[in-house]
T-cell receptor, first 114, second 112 residues
C-alpha cells in the first residue's frame, strides 16, 4: 500500500518557470491538502479539496493553483515561480468521515527557485 | 496559523526530564491532531483528540484536550534523544469544511 505519494521529490526552477506537483493517494480519501513548510512557520495550508472536482483556498493561496479532476490525485501548479516559493511542499489526505481519522502525509517535495 | 498558537517555539531539555508543549486555538476545536517530524523527514501521526476533556497516551507521550476544546497539551515523560524533532499541532474547527490547519511547530532538543 503506497499511501500518499508526491512527485517529484526535488526540483530546482528558474524564476518565471512553471511546474506541477503531483499528489496521489490510494486510500480512497475524500479530503486532500497542499501545505508549504518554511523554517519556524510550521505547515501553512495552500489549497485543499473536499472531494473530486472541488477545491478551496487555504491560508496562503496566492501564486498557486490546484486541480482535483480525479479523486486520487491532487495537483499543485506554480504558473510563474518566484524565489519566495522556495519551500518544502507536503501533500496530505484524510477520510474525515469518521472519528479518530488521521491525515496521511507524503514525504515532501523540496523546491528551490533561483 | 494565527488561529492556532503553539508554545514554546523551541525547547531544550536534559535527557530524563519531563516537558509540556501547548497548543491554543482562537476557536472551538472540532478535532485536534499532534504530529512529530524529524529533521528533513515526513510527518509521523501521534494522536487525535475530539472530545472535551479527552486524554490519550502513546508510550511516554500524553495529549489532553481541555473541556472547552480550545487548548491541548502534549506531555513527554522522561524524555529521550529519540523524542527530539518538531512537534506540530493541527486542528479542524468545523466539521463541514474539513479545513485542516497547523500551528508554527515546537522544536525539541534533548541533550544526552
Amino acid at each position: 500500500n503506497a499511501g500518499v505519494t508526491q512527485t517529484p521529490k526535488f526540483r530546482v526552477l528558474k524564476t518565471g518557470q512553471s511546474m506541477t506537483l503531483l499528489c496521489a493517494q490510494d486510500m480512497n480519501h475524500e479530503y486532500m491538502y497542499w501545505y508549504r513548510q518554511d523554517p519556524g512557520m510550521g505547515l501553512r495550508l495552500i489549497h485543499y479539496s473536499v472531494g473530486e472536482g472541488t477545491t478551496a483556498k487555504g491560508e496562503v493561496p496566492d501564486g498557486y493553483n490546484v486541480s482535483r479532476l480525479k479523486k486520487q490525485n491532487f495537483l499543485l501548479g506554480l504558473e510563474s515561480a518566484a524565489p519566495s516559493q522556495t519551500s518544502v511542499y507536503f501533500c496530505a489526505s484524510s477520510w474525515w468521515a469518521t472519528k479518530n481519522t488521521e491525515a496521511f502525509f507524503g514525504q515532501g517535495t523540496r523546491l528551490t527557485v533561483v | 496559523s494565527q488561529e492556532l498558537e503553539q508554545s514554546p517555539q523551541s525547547l531544550i531539555v536534559q535527557e530524563g526530564k519531563n516537558l509540556t508543549i501547548n497548543c491554543t486555538s482562537s476557536k472551538t476545536l472540532y478535532g485536534l491532531y499532534w504530529y512529530k517530524q524529524k529533521y528533513g523527514e515526513g510527518l509521523i501521526f501521534l494522536m487525535m483528540l475530539q472530545k472535551g476533556g479527552e486524554e490519550k497516551s502513546h508510550e511516554k507521550i500524553t495529549a489532553k484536550l481541555d473541556e472547552k476544546k480550545q487548548q491541548s497539551s502534549l506531555h513527554i515523560t522522561a524524555s529521550q534523544p529519540s523524542h527530539a524533532g518538531i512537534y506540530l499541532c493541527g486542528a479542524v474547527h468545523s466539521s463541514n469544511t474539513g479545513k485542516l490547519i497547523f500551528g508554527q511547530g515546537t522544536t525539541l532538543q534533548v541533550k544526552p
